[in-house]
């Protein structure tokens, strides 16, 4: 979905850090292809349609995705709060 800019807003320019490149993706059945890539500093999201003839393949893409988010999600928490989320010991 495009959104219009508005043109009395004056033109911005951002930057980015090379670490900030993202890179998700999702492989075929064979693990030899990209079913799905999720890239850049803006992510985009890109379907290989060669790939997915079926709603059993677009149900497996979806859902191999949301592992892949889960497990981008899970990382980010332990980066940020792992020590609250560490299982206490006892003395």
């Known amino acids: 979905m495009e959104t219009e ?3 009395n807003e004056p033109e911005q320019t ?3 850090n090379t670490s900030e490149l993202m890179y998700y993706g999702v ?3 064979d693990g030899n292809e990209l079913m799905a890539a ?3 500093y803006d992510l985009n999201v890109s379907f290989n349609m060669r790939l997915i003839n079926s709603l059993a393949d677009a149900e497996s893409c979806a859902n191999a995705l ?3 988010f889960y497990q981008a999600l899970m990382e980010k928490l ?3 709060k792992g020590d609250s989320i ?3 010991t006892v003395e």
């Open 5 to 7: 800019r508005n043109t």
């Open 14 to 16: 951002v930057t980015f």
């Open 27 to 29: 492989l075929d059945y």
């Open 38 to 40: 999720i890239t850049g």
């Open 66 to 68: 949301a592992d892949v």
């Open 78 to 80: 332990i980066e940020r």
């Open 86 to 88: 560490k299982p206490n």
